[in-house]
Nanobody
Framework: VQLQASGGGLVQAGGSLRLSCAAS????????MGWFRQAPGKERELVVA???????HYADSVKGRFTISRDNAENTVYLQMSSLKPEDTALYYC????????????????WGQGTLVTVSS
């Protein structure tokens, strides 16, 4: 599985962005997917995970502001980010897991290259 993340950019606080993660291969629909982020000097953290059936788990810091969705026909997972804050600034990664739903980085076996989100105050 190869993952290609896109959609990052520079946005003002309060603004919105939509990230996309396109997956290659035939197993996308059977995999849990996740979005992680890593800010400078910090560890990579889970933003949100989605199971192959659409169950979701959000980090408390993004609940009510971010929405994950997946289109199994298009092999793509999306992250709609709204009400962005400067503390959301990070490199955002998408990842794929063989688990039904996965909350830890070590449960993911495929990673995209990351897309940078910068939120200015």
């Amino acid at each position: 599985v190869q993952l290609q993340a896109s959609g990052g950019g520079l946005v003002q606080a309060g603004g919105s962005l939509r990230l996309s993660c396109a997956a290659s291969g035939r197993t996308f629909s059977s995999r849990a997917m996740g979005w992680f982020r890593q800010a400078p000097g910090k560890e990579r953290e889970l933003v949100v995970a989605i199971s192959r059936r659409g169950n979701t788990h959000y980090a408390d810091s993004v609940k009510g502001r971010f929405t994950i969705s997946r289109d199994n026909a298009e092999n793509t997972v999306y992250l709609q980010m709204s009400s962005l804050k400067p503390e959301d600034t990070a490199l955002y990664y998408c990842a794929a897991s063989v688990y039904y739903i996965a909350l830890r980085t070590d449960q993911y076996d495929y990673w995209g290259q990351g897309t940078l989100v910068t939120v200015s105050s």
